[in-house]
């Protein structure tokens, strides 16, 4: 079912996107300008370029207004970004008023982002999942077996990128915490200051990767990039290690969606 989007614009030129007069933002832009990305968490979510500087082929799994898609194609202009939305009137929306536009290198799928991770395909080096809101999460997009899916579209040492709020509105929150921890080899957690967005970095492959090597990644990134914020700081102060044994929460699987 297509959902109600209504998109509004404050003074200064910036537009959000929500699903419903009132409802949580879903998406902050600046029209025109990809490389300034207004939301706290989209900023963190560029960590996953710390553990892959040179991605071949990105997948960002919900589109909002475009404003991860945007980043990333200005960052990274010569690597094919797919992008997948299930809700037609967003990719509209994002298109007539987010500044959203597709060319040869950045894509858009109008697909259920399970259905398109699980079908053939390329590997991804990065794949970010900006589809859970603050209190609306897609369970099939949250359980085990999903993971165990994203990561099997991994290229060699990519990563799963998530975006998931850790408040009262989303009581999930340890048990997918939980979840992405049995889902993948090695688990990061990064904490968006002043916001109860967590960024959550899984890994297919075992070899570790310490708070100080990544601080270390990301100076390199935004130096050889010319990232427009600092995402070494961002890194250094976010970073929170996840224990090897959580004790809330369980691990969510398809069957409790039956």
């Not at 894509?107 to 259905?115: E, F, I, K, N, T």
């Not at 492959?205 to 100076?219: D, I």
């Not at 914020?229 to 090897?244: E, I, N, T, Y």
Request: glycine share 8%; proline share 7%; charged share 25%.
């Amino acid at each position: 079912m297509s959902r109600r989007v209504v998109v509004t614009e404050d003074p200064q030129g910036l537009r959000t996107l929500r699903f419903e007069e009132g409802g949580a933002r879903q998406s902050v832009v600046w029209p025109g300008e990809p490389l300034r990305l207004e939301a706290q968490y989209t900023r963190m979510s560029m960590v996953g370029l710390a553990f892959m500087p040179a991605p071949s082929r990105i997948l960002v799994v919900g589109l909002g207004g475009g404003a991860v898609p945007m980043f990333l194609r200005a960052m990274l202009p010569d690597v094919p970004i797919d992008a997948v939305e299930v809700e037609p009137d967003v990719v509209e929306a994002a298109k007539l008023y987010c500044g959203f536009e597709e060319d040869d290198f950045l894509r858009v799928h109008l697909a259920d982002g399970r259905s398109f991770i699980e079908a053939s395909g390329p590997p991804y080096s990065l794949i970010f999942l900006d589809a859970y809101g603050p209190d609306s999460i897609p369970a099939h997009l949250a359980t085990r077996e999903f993971l165990g899916a994203a990561r099997a579209r991994l290229a060699p040492f990519g990563a799963v990128v998530g975006n998931v709020w850790e408040s009262d509105s989303n009581p999930l929150f340890d048990s997918m915490l939980r979840t992405w921890q049995v889902g993948f080899r090695q688990l990061h957690r990064f904490d968006v200051a002043g916001t109860s967005n967590r960024i959550l970095v899984g890994l297919a492959e075992a070899a570790p990767h310490s708070r100080e090597s990544l601080v270390a990644s990301a100076e390199q990134v935004q130096r050889e990039r010319g990232f427009p914020f600092d995402l070494a700081d961002m890194v250094a102060k976010g970073h929170r290690p996840v224990p090897r044994r959580l004790n809330h929460g369980h691990v969510l699987t398809d069957a409790e969606l039956r």
